[in-house]
């Protein structure tokens, strides 16, 4: 974990940051059989000769709804960050803002909602907890409450932080690049993808 922070950021992690990222990735790490893993043991079963081919098989199909969801997420935070940052102080009406604005074009409002767990990802509650705990909480964690907040009023009903708001949440704020946000999800996979294929 440390190695890879060195290598994402050209420093070393505090023990706090190597604390979060090995958190992150043992949070985002497995998902059953969820389309990446099909995909991997598919392409192992018709080539079992390439292993390599069947873990690259599981990472390609990273997008907006499997894997990437992170990366959606906390760009759509550091844009509501942007925003009140222009256009004033209060970090609430730019949470409503952005949420509004995502609803207008039918779209979800990404790191909210989950089909299994309607009180809250349980993996998202410990994140966060872990985050007030060790005060490393900052303005992405706020955003991200702020939004939680807002969506009642917009979307009519509440939705749960789900772990894809809590992760970019934390790591945001403890100083990870948003440009690399896809690489947790893909070197957690990664790491998935071998067990899955050992199995």
């Given at each position: 974990?440390?190695?890879?922070?060195?290598?994402?950021?050209?420093?070393?992690p505090?023990?706090?940051?190597?604390?979060?990222?090995?958190?992150?990735?043992?949070?985002?790490?497995?998902?059953?059989?969820?389309?990446?893993?099909?995909?991997?043991?598919?392409?192992?079963?018709?080539?079992?000769?390439?292993?390599?081919g069947?873990?690259?098989?599981?990472?390609l199909?990273?997008?907006?709804?499997?894997?990437?969801?992170?990366?959606?997420?906390?760009?759509?935070?550091?844009?509501?960050?942007?925003?009140?940052?222009?256009?004033?102080?209060?970090?609430?009406a730019?949470?409503?803002?952005?949420?509004?604005?995502?609803?207008?074009r039918?779209?979800?409002?990404?790191?909210?909602?989950?089909?299994?767990?309607?009180?809250g990802?349980?993996?998202?509650?410990?994140?966060l907890?872990?985050?007030?705990?060790?005060?490393?909480?900052?303005?992405?964690?706020?955003?991200?409450?702020?939004?939680?907040?807002?969506?009642?009023?917009?979307?009519?009903?509440?939705?749960?932080?789900?772990?894809?708001?809590?992760?970019?949440?934390?790591?945001l704020d403890?100083?990870?690049?948003?440009?690399?946000?896809?690489?947790?999800?893909?070197?957690?996979?990664t790491?998935?993808?071998?067990?899955?294929?050992?199995?």
């Open positions: 974990t440390s190695y890879f922070w060195l290598l994402v950021t050209g420093a070393a505090s023990p706090v940051q190597r604390l979060f990222a090995d958190a992150v990735l043992a949070a985002i790490a497995e998902h059953g059989l969820v389309p990446s893993v099909v995909a991997a043991r598919m392409t192992y079963a018709a080539a079992p000769e390439a292993f390599q069947a873990v690259a098989a599981g990472l199909g990273c997008g907006s709804v499997v894997l990437g969801s992170a990366e959606v997420a906390g760009r759509f935070l550091a844009g509501l960050i942007a925003d009140a940052d222009a256009h004033g102080p209060s970090v609430q730019a949470a409503e803002r952005g949420a509004k604005a995502l609803r207008e039918k779209q979800p409002i990404p790191g909210f909602g989950h089909p299994l767990h309607a009180g990802d349980p993996r998202a509650l410990l994140l907890d872990m985050a007030r705990e060790h005060g490393v909480a900052a303005r992405h964690v706020e955003m991200l409450y702020a939004v939680r907040d807002a969506i009642p009023a917009i979307v009519g009903r509440p939705l749960p932080i789900n772990v894809n708001g809590a992760i970019p949440a934390v790591m403890v100083g990870f690049p948003l440009a690399a946000l896809k690489g947790i999800s893909l070197l957690a996979r790491a998935s993808l071998i067990g899955h294929l050992q199995e």
